[in-house]
């Protein structure tokens, strides 16, 4: 029990530290936004590009299902260690 508390006061830290930094702060968020932008857009255009170019409705709802959960996976694991990191 008292790791989780120690791990829950290192993340407390971190976080006073990014908000007293405030250069860091707005860094994390102006990245954070445009990491959601390109997300979005790249999974808008591939589900687009899926549904010309694959001609069964069944392969296209598993592509598209797949490779959202792929990028939301990776674009998520980027968002984790951007504001996780000291930039």
Do not use: C, P
Request: charged content about 15%; proline content about 0%.
């Amino acid at each position: 029990m008292d790791q989780v508390q120690e791990i829950y006061q290192d993340i407390f830290t971190d976080v006073q530290a990014d908000i007293s930094d405030s250069q860091v702060l707005v860094e994390k968020i102006i990245f954070s936004i445009a990491a959601i932008f390109v997300w979005y857009w790249l999974t808008r255009n591939l589900n687009r590009w899926y549904d010309r170019k694959i001609e069964s409705a069944k392969v296209v709802n598993v592509v598209v299902n797949t490779s959202n959960y792929i990028f939301g996976f990776l674009f998520m694991m980027l968002f984790l260690v951007t504001q996780v990191s000291h930039m």
